[in-house]
């Protein structure tokens, strides 16, 4: 009787075991190789882009027209291709802005971004795709974190591509603004100068965990314990290390976060321990009424003014 309960119990630990590995692989792959990547869909997102922000579509053409928008690709240490598009002021500048897409986007889905710079405030501008999505290869999508090592190398190619004496602001939204404050806990080039960051998360323990319970009624154990560890066995990082707060942390430079007030995907609650965790100089906007990512959108004017003024008081 105690041999069978023995071996009953040894294979209720196998299905167990077998059950979580296959969860595991399942979640790895929802989250960081999606189905539906739609920032691989290149026409599809200059149809988004040109829908929703049909303001930008003067300023597109006009740069296509004479070829001012344009590609570049760089092979990173681990020898992943990486992409991004690059455009010069209107007139010869120092001033430079590198602007990171969220998570599932690509370069093209940021150009409302780009137009801010570019054609209101008349900076230089480059923007990354971040591996595995856009024209970038890599395995998997990183999250922003082995993403912070690619977007460091990018703000490097963009100081020399506009003359080496630039004065840089890194931008980001959502997965982007997660790897701007990532970045932003980097050791960093005398050339930057301040980051922005729309709607980042704290961590990707805190937004993937926050996920599987919205999505999938699921507490984090044991689940997110054992995608963590696939995770850094397949590609070299975990959830818990990859932290936009500990980076922020580490971060001298000043830094404007944005979040909208009705954000429930990245919920608005993220915003605070990462302005708390900044020292000064920091400023905080919370923007009425906007769903995730939506806060340019939304306040399109307001959200350039407050842009405008914050760089400016570093970027001259």
Same mark, same amino acid.
């Given at each position: 009787?105690?041999?069978?309960?023995?071996?009953?119990?040894?294979?209720?630990?196998?299905?167990?075991?077998?059950?979580?590995?296959?969860?595991?692989?399942?979640?790895?792959?929802?989250?960081?190789?999606?189905?539906?990547?739609?920032?691989?869909?290149?026409?599809?997102?200059?149809?988004?882009?040109?829908?929703?922000?049909?303001?930008?579509?003067?300023?597109?053409?006009?740069?296509?027209?004479?070829?001012?928008?344009?590609?570049?690709?760089?092979?990173?240490?681990?020898?992943?291709?990486?992409?991004?598009?690059?455009?010069?002021?209107?007139?010869?500048?120092?001033?430079?802005?590198?602007?990171?897409?969220?998570?599932?986007?690509?370069?093209?889905?940021?150009?409302?971004?780009?137009?801010?710079?570019?054609?209101?405030?008349?900076?230089?501008?480059?923007?990354?795709?971040?591996?595995?999505?856009?024209?970038?290869?890599?395995?998997?999508?990183?999250?922003?974190?082995?993403?912070?090592?690619?977007?460091?190398?990018?703000?490097?190619?963009?100081?020399?591509?506009?003359?080496?004496?630039?004065?840089?602001?890194?931008?980001?939204?959502?997965?982007?603004?997660?790897?701007?404050?990532?970045?932003?806990?980097?050791?960093?080039?005398?050339?930057?100068?301040?980051?922005?960051?729309?709607?980042?998360?704290?961590?990707?323990?805190?937004?993937?965990?926050? @996920?599987?319970?919205?999505?999938?009624?699921?507490?984090?154990?044991?689940?997110?314990?054992?995608?963590?560890?696939?995770?850094?066995?397949?590609?070299?990082?975990?959830?818990? @290390?990859?932290?936009?707060?500990?980076?922020?942390?580490?971060?001298?430079?000043?830094?404007?976060?944005?979040?909208?007030?009705?954000?429930?995907?990245?919920?608005?609650?993220?915003?605070?321990?990462?302005?708390?965790?900044?020292?000064?100089?920091?400023?905080?906007?919370?923007?009425?009424?906007?769903?995730?990512?939506?806060?340019?959108?939304?306040?399109?004017?307001?959200?350039?003014?407050?842009?405008?003024?914050?760089?400016?008081?570093?970027?001259?």
């Amino acid at each position: 009787m105690k041999k069978g309960i023995k071996y009953s119990l040894l294979g209720l630990l196998a299905v167990i075991i077998i059950a979580l590995t296959g969860a595991s692989f399942y979640m790895l792959g929802y989250s960081l190789r999606p189905e539906h990547n739609k920032g691989k869909d290149i026409p599809g997102s200059y149809e988004y882009m040109l829908s929703e922000y049909p303001q930008i579509k003067p300023w597109i053409d006009s740069l296509q027209t004479v070829g001012a928008l344009r590609d570049t690709f760089i092979i990173n240490p681990e020898g992943v291709q990486l992409h991004a598009i690059y455009a010069a002021a209107p007139e010869p500048t120092h001033k430079t802005a590198v602007i990171v897409h969220g998570y599932t986007d690509d370069c093209i889905r940021m150009l409302m971004i780009g137009y801010l710079y570019n054609k209101d405030l008349k900076y230089n501008i480059l923007l990354p795709d971040l591996q595995n999505q856009g024209l970038s290869g890599g395995p998997a999508i990183q999250m922003g974190w082995k993403d912070r090592l690619d977007v460091l190398r990018w703000m490097d190619i963009a100081n020399d591509i506009y003359g080496g004496n630039t004065q840089m602001v890194v931008h980001g939204i959502s997965m982007g603004a997660a790897t701007t404050m990532m970045v932003s806990g980097e050791p960093q080039q005398p050339f930057v100068k301040c980051f922005v960051e729309d709607c980042g998360y704290t961590s990707v323990w805190d937004e993937f965990s926050y @996920e599987l319970k919205g999505q999938f009624g699921l507490p984090p154990f044991p689940l997110m314990y054992t995608t963590s560890w696939l995770c850094n066995a397949k590609y070299g990082w975990n959830f818990k @290390e990859a932290s936009s707060l500990n980076q922020v942390r580490k971060c001298k430079l000043p830094m404007f976060f944005i979040h909208g007030d009705a954000d429930t995907y990245v919920p608005t609650w993220m915003v605070f321990p990462l302005y708390e965790a900044k020292s000064e100089p920091k400023e905080l906007w919370l923007a009425p009424g906007a769903t995730h990512a939506m806060s340019y959108k939304d306040h399109p004017e307001e959200y350039t003014e407050r842009v405008k003024n914050f760089v400016g008081k570093y970027i001259y």
